[in-house]
């Protein structure tokens, strides 16, 4: 496995939107353009009909892809930001742990794709 850059991030990871949803992020492999995260799920993430709100998922989704490539390219001096997220919710989650894996699918000059 390739080493993870390390940096500095801009804002403490505990004052982000991410961390206040919960996400964790569970493994990285750098060589494999692989990222993995959970998030467990809580009362303050549920709509009134008991399921994870769908924001949830998109934002966790960009979160993961951003992230990914962040880990990456940050080490020479570059950022990485969403470009675009479309997220369809298939089955509702209740309870229990979402489990997150990201894998980039294409790795261009300007432009990743997870």
Do not use: C, K, Q
Not at 37 to 48: F, K
Not at 50 to 73: N, P, Q, Y
């Amino acid at each position: 496995m390739a080493e993870t850059p390390v940096w500095e991030p801009v804002v403490a990871y505990d004052r982000t939107f991410d961390a206040s949803y919960g996400l964790e992020f569970s493994e990285h492999d750098a060589e494999a353009d692989e990222l993995g995260g959970r998030i467990p799920v809580r009362e303050e993430l549920l709509t009134a009909h008991g399921l994870v709100h769908g924001g949830v998922f998109a934002g966790a989704a960009e979160a993961i892809a951003s992230t990914g490539t962040a880990l990456v390219v940050m080490g020479d001096g570059y950022a990485a930001m969403g470009l675009s997220n479309d997220t369809t919710v298939v089955a509702g989650v209740g309870e229990g742990t979402i489990h997150l894996h990201a894998r980039a699918v294409h790795r261009g000059e300007w432009e990743w794709v997870w």
